[in-house]
């Protein structure tokens, strides 16, 4: 074999190598893929780890070809972390100019919110149409939030799911005690999916309830309040309807200002055992994540 025919099988043999990401780990051209994990955020470190970090770390363990980053919507939040910790966390803007920026090619954006509300579209939905549209990636997808009513953008209804997942950090009850779960509740919009999610969980055979943060939402603490009086409750377990266990959770649900729902449902003859869990710590909760992240990567949620 002459040297000629040697070196153009060497180099064929190399260039074989390298598509195949045999080379070395400068000569692959794998390409770039990440998930950008986005949440709310909270200022609150052991909630944080507890209830935004497990789900990254879940996306890890069963995404290991995908980088994971974290992203923030409440610039609030980012620059209170900023000024007491001294950690930056980035917007879904900034995260996904650094990944532009670091050459990925396939990107999902994964919310961790609850419904797709006013955040999830003027924060999420609106800044991943605007990358699409600078087509800065190859391939840039997006999860859908947990909650979708049945046929919502052609995905499945996911109530019973989480129904399920909820039940599994559910106390069980004596006769005349019930669980009253906090959600957040749209400001500017009625958000259905609590009355429905309280209906399932009824209909399911639980002794729970709805009441949501946001006073012109429904259901809020009276209508909550107004339920728990005519079923002759004694007894509540108040339970956080978040990811995050955070100010909501910590001031407004079991906090010691007078108008917390705790003291008001004290002062109104009620017994009450507070549990300070988001929802991030459950693991079916998480699990939930997950199959939207994967139907994102499959190109199954076109919003």
Not at 214 to 241: C, G, R, S, Y
Request: aromatic content about 8%; charged content about 25%; some cysteine.
């Amino acid at each position: 074999m002459s040297l000629r025919v040697k070196k153009v099988l060497a180099l064929l043999a190399t260039a074989c190598l390298v598509t195949t990401g045999l080379g070395s780990g400068s000569m692959r051209t794998q390409r770039k893929k990440a998930i950008v994990v986005t949440s709310f955020g909270t200022t609150f470190p052991k909630t944080r780890k507890a209830c935004i970090e497990s789900v990254e770390n879940d996306m890890r363990e069963i995404f290991p070809e995908y980088e994971i980053r974290r992203a923030f919507t409440a610039r609030q939040v980012i620059a209170k972390i900023a000024a007491e910790e001294k950690l930056q966390i980035d917007t879904l803007e900034q995260a996904l100019s650094k990944l532009k920026e670091e050459g990925y090619q396939e990107v999902v954006i994964q919310p961790l919110h609850l419904t797709p509300g006013e955040e999830y579209e003027k924060k999420i939905l609106s800044v991943y149409r605007q990358y699409v549209s600078d087509k800065s990636f190859d391939v840039l997808t997006i999860g859908r939030p947990i909650l979708m009513f049945d046929g919502q953008r052609g995905m499945p209804d996911d109530f019973t799911a989480l129904a399920e997942a909820v039940e599994q950090q559910m106390p069980g009850l004596a006769a005349e005690e019930a669980v009253l779960f906090m959600g957040h509740g749209s400001p500017n919009q009625p958000n259905p999916a609590y009355g429905k999610m309280q209906r399932v969980l009824q209909a399911r055979g639980h002794k729970a309830y709805m009441g949501v943060v946001e006073e012109n939402d429904h259901p809020n603490f009276e209508d909550a309040l107004a339920e728990l009086k005519k079923n002759q409750v004694k007894k509540v377990i108040l339970m956080p309807f978040m990811l995050v266990a955070g100010d909501h959770v910590q001031n407004d649900m079991a906090g010691d200002e007078p108008d917390s729902w705790k003291n008001l449902l004290e002062k109104d003859g009620f017994q009450v055992e507070v549990e300070l869990k988001g929802l991030g710590e459950n693991a079916a909760y998480r699990s939930l994540y997950v199959k939207h992240a994967r139907d994102a990567i499959r190109g199954l949620y076109q919003p």
